[in-house]
């Protein structure tokens, strides 16, 4: 499949290829729809085994963006970009640098942000040659709490719909990636009398985490085959697959990770074959993005953003009630939802404003 077949078929505006020798940048943008705003989407740090991966990466993830902005009430679009590197040996101020040169030639089109293999000191880099960047310091700063916050709702969300309560104490959950999201969420969990398994692919960073906040250290590998309530996918995407899903002991799966699904229909379908009840990942893990939406906003207040997050609760309970109510998945329910609000707002008549004819 060519690009421009790849683009069609996700249905894009725009990619941009950026590349600094110099610097060692080798980036990718994804526009995907700017039908409600601006594409805002973070900036993602990734060995990637091809090009071609790269490329699928961010039109997957940019595409997450514009329905995670759609479903969330945003007036934002969705966009995303990758970086092709390794975060933990090749990130240096020029590279970024160079990367938010390259953001500002697209005069406000697509507005960066803090993603995987990415951080704030990273945003500060790019903010000296951008203002189109968000999560900075001094301002909304790490989003990884507000993700987190949003996550831990949308547990309780799925808890009510599949064991008739929205109550965590007691249960068992199993959590993939101990990154800064995954920190924070099994504070709320174990605060919440939740027993909690962590791994990770580096298996320092679980103990680490188990260590200062609390849960149990488990191999990689060994995560779908543990017994639990609720498996939570907080690492890379596509971890949710054929292979996987088999081996999975839980009742929900419900997490922060983007596209965590390999095949968003196909494995969509065999969790619900499974009887497992599936979270979309951009109705979710949507607390990010309306932290930095927030900042965007003006007048940013943290509580604020927080008391937003947790109405992600009463999001995925519609979301639930729309994929009964229709007899569809509830990955289905979602798209449904953020296409319906893209269609209203692209049926808008456009108006001239007035001022701008010269004599």
């Not at 200062?212 to 085959?225: F, Q, T």
């Not at 995407?237 to 054929?242: F, L, R, Y």
């Not at 939802?337 to 008549?349: G, H, P, T, V």
Request: charge should be negative.
């Amino acid at each position: 499949m060519s690009i421009f077949e790849q683009m069609a078929s996700y249905e894009h505006e725009q990619l941009i290829f950026c590349m600094e020798p110099r610097a060692g940048l080798r980036a990718i943008i994804a526009i995907h729809d700017t039908t409600l705003g601006p594409a805002l989407g973070g900036v993602r740090m990734w060995m990637y085994s091809s090009e071609q991966e790269a490329i699928e990466d961010s039109l997957r993830l940019s595409r997450a963006m514009t329905y995670k902005a759609a479903v969330a009430g945003l007036n934002l679009g969705g966009g995303k970009a990758v970086i092709i590197g390794d975060p933990r040996t090749q990130k240096s101020e020029m590279l970024f640098r160079a990367f938010g040169r390259f953001v500002e030639t697209l005069g406000g089109r697509y507005i960066t942000a803090e993603d995987v293999g990415t951080t704030v000191a990273d945003m500060e880099w790019i903010r000296m040659e951008t203002r189109y960047v968000t999560g900075v310091l001094g301002k909304s700063g790490d989003p990884s709490p507000f993700t987190a916050h949003g996550v831990y709702w949308g547990m309780k969300a799925c808890a009510k719909v599949a064991f008739g309560s929205d109550s965590l104490a007691n249960r068992t959950v199993v959590v993939q990636g101990a990154g800064n999201v995954a920190r924070h969420l099994v504070e709320y969990l174990v605060r919440e009398g939740v027993r909690v398994y962590v791994s990770d692919v580096f298996p320092e960073k679980a103990q680490r985490l188990c260590h200062e906040v609390g849960g149990i250290p488990v191999e990689a590998d060994a995560v779908y085959d543990i017994p639990c309530d609720i498996f939570s996918p907080n690492a890379l995407g596509g971890m949710i697959n054929e292979e996987t899903i088999p081996r999975l002991q839980c009742a929900i799966v419900a997490g922060a990770a983007n596209n965590p699904l390999r095949d968003e229909h196909a494995d969509a379908r065999r969790l619900h074959e499974r009887g497992i009840l599936y979270a979309p990942d951009y109705v979710i893990n949507a607390g990010g993005l309306m932290n930095v939406a927030a900042e965007l906003e003006g007048n940013y207040d943290p509580k604020a953003v927080m008391a937003r997050t947790a109405h992600i609760y009463d999001t995925l309970l519609r979301v639930f009630r729309i994929a009964n109510e229709r007899g569809i998945l509830p990955t289905e329910a979602a798209a449904a939802m953020a296409e319906e609000r893209l269609a209203a707002f692209a049926s808008l008549r456009r108006l001239f404003p007035g001022g701008q004819v010269k004599r």
